[in-house]
């Protein structure tokens, strides 16, 4: 066999398609500083990472051969998580006691350790597991009280399911050469413990008002924590510190700190030694400029799958914080404040609400379209001189002039799909949704839906038309379909924002791309939105689309291409959800209105009563 010839010119990778990890060797960072700036920050993307080594540049622990321990959990969401937040908060007035070093949570596998490097398998063998089980409606609690401890038991049947999900993720852990216990004992959500006795009649009267059967989903989140936070708790600093001594660490408002226990009991001039959470150096602070706070406050938070499958299970209302995202801090910022909070002479406690309403983007699937409720529907309803004529209630009234056969592959809404988007703005409005900016992909039932939310909600702001909000390309084997020019839109009665200059035009729309490309398209294309606007935002595109602009956002991964399909088929038309801006990044909420359900309604064909 012939022997190669030495290449002058090899291939380099586009820049475009590198990995984080990738970008950051070639940014200069050592492999191993790297990857724990990856694992550290939850696999977020380059600019947190690089902030992260910055600002972790003195570390002493940077370059050693120490692991970050993970702990996989099972949460409530909806109404009960609500319930279970307030009871922490009223709890804890009374006394701290054990339970508040973490959030509400059912421990599956309890603390293991691995090495940076293999996030990716953790996260990828949870999803994995779950796409291997069937989901349950709900999981049943039963309270149990006694003088020295506070908990909800889950019931056998949903035990030992959970159970499963265990042993299944441990036994893939095994195979990556991880070691991990799965939670096999009785398995449960703690409320309290270690508090003293005379508080508990009061906490037993809490504990009996918590409503179980309310509704609730749950969910797996595999969370990881900083190895010396081991024997040690944590404290958020309430005031800025400049140290006037060398042994002394600095404070920045925000900061978690940790001190390892027993020494702020022991401290006779309330000074103690901690570690920053933020830059991983130690000193000596002030006691009385910090307050403790949840261990799981400093933790990274790497995945989130859910299991249950209930659908009364969120609520309108739900408003459920979750882990606290690292904040990104550039080498030039000043830090005094969290996550780039301005400043003010008094500084806010970790239970208040930051002073000005955080920003909201609002992302909405597309109302019921033609194409998928009738079928073969041009030749059946259009003349052969191009008339139309509408043979069905939920056919349009009318159609925008166009050609006739860009339809199929660009599809308008039924009657349903529009009366479904203008239920969504009385919706909105009704619940005093305040929408700056309106983003649409350039679909005909998007551009559709969008302007029947928009008259729903009794504003008219120009509809900025965005091609980078196609669905995933893979879906559209023979090329982007033809869509309307702005000027027939125009024509056809839209406010459309003539002045919008797209951020990815159509004619830079690849033929065709992977999951991973969609996914950076979609979360590149968010990310420059937000950007570029101020106010809170409105979005209409498609089913894949929900998860796609927001999964990266809110720090969750690429799925499998099979897992972008189904996330897709489990979104009806007009699905909506919220993601709102706070000093964690955002994170996603339900939106603060119902969801719209009707039930299929066939063709009815008088003949049959004949």
Known sequence: ????????????????????????????????????????????????????????????????????????YACPTGELAGQLIKFWSESKELIWNGVHNYMPHITLVSCFKAPDESIEGLVNALETTVNQIELTDTIELETYISPNFMG????????????????????????????????????????????PSNLYQQLRLMVEKLTLTCPTNWELRLYSRDPRLQNAHVHKVRYPHMPREQDELELRVGDYIYIPEGACSASTDGWVEGTSWLTG???????????????????????????????????????????????????????????????????????????????????????????????????????????????????????????IQDFRNDSPLTTVGEVQASLVGEAMKASSIKIDVAFTSPSLRCIQ??????????????MKIEPGLIEWLEWYPNGVP???????????????????????????????????????????????????????????????????????????????????TRLAQRVPYLACLTAREGLDGWQLHPPPFPPITHTSNSRFDCKVLL
């Open 281 to 403: 150096i130690s000193g000596h602070l002030p006691l009385n400029h910090t307050k403790r706070t949840a261990e799981s406050d400093s933790w990274t938070l790497h995945a989130t799958v859910q299991i249950t499958d209930n659908k009364s299970g969120i609520s309108e209302k739900e408003e459920i914080p979750l882990t606290r995202k690292p904040p990104v801090v550039l080498s030039s910022d000043s830090i005094d404040s969290p996550d780039g909070v301005a400043a003010t002479n008094e500084p806010f406690e970790a239970s208040e609400a930051p002073p000005s309403s955080p920003r909201e983007i609002f992302i909405c699937r597309h109302g019921e379209r033609v194409d998928f409720t009738f079928g073969s529907w041009i030749r059946y309803c259009f003349e052969s001189d191009g008339s139309y004529i509408r043979r069905d209630l939920n056919l349009p009234k009318e159609m925008p002039s166009r050609n």
């Open 482 to 564: 033809v869509w309307m020019t702005s000027k027939e839109l125009i024509k056809a009665g839209f406010n459309i924002d003539k002045s919008y200059d797209p951020i990815i035009k159509a004619k830079e729309l690849p033929l065709k791309e992977d999951t991973d490309q969609y996914y950076e398209r979609s979360y590149e294309l968010i990310k420059r939105i937000i950007e570029n606007t101020v106010g809170n935002i409105l979005i209409v595109a498609h089913a894949a689309s929900l998860p796609a602009c927001t999964r990266q956002l809110t720090g969750g991964r690429v799925p499998v291409p099979s897992e972008v």
């Open 152 to 195: 909800l038991f889950v019931k056998e049947a949903n035990a030992e399911w959970l159970k499963d999900i265990a042993i299944r993720y441990v036994n893939k852990l095994s195979s990556l050469g991880i070691s991990a216990e799965p939670q096999v004992k009785s398995l449960h959500l703690t409320l309290a413990y270690q508090f």
């Open 449 to 462: 839906t969008l302007a029947h939310i928009l008259k729903g909600l009794d504003i008219n702001i120009p």
């Open 1 to 72: 066999m012939a022997t190669l010839p030495p290449r002058k010119n090899p291939t380099k990778i586009s820049k475009q398609h590198l990995t984080p990890l990738q970008t950051l060797l070639q940014l200069g960072f050592p492999m191993h500083r790297a990857e724990r700036a990856l694992a550290a920050t939850g696999h977020r993307g380059v600019q947190l990472a690089s902030d992260w080594l910055v600002a972790h540049v003195n570390d002493p622990t940077l370059d050693s051969d120490t692991h970050r321990q993970y702990v996989l």
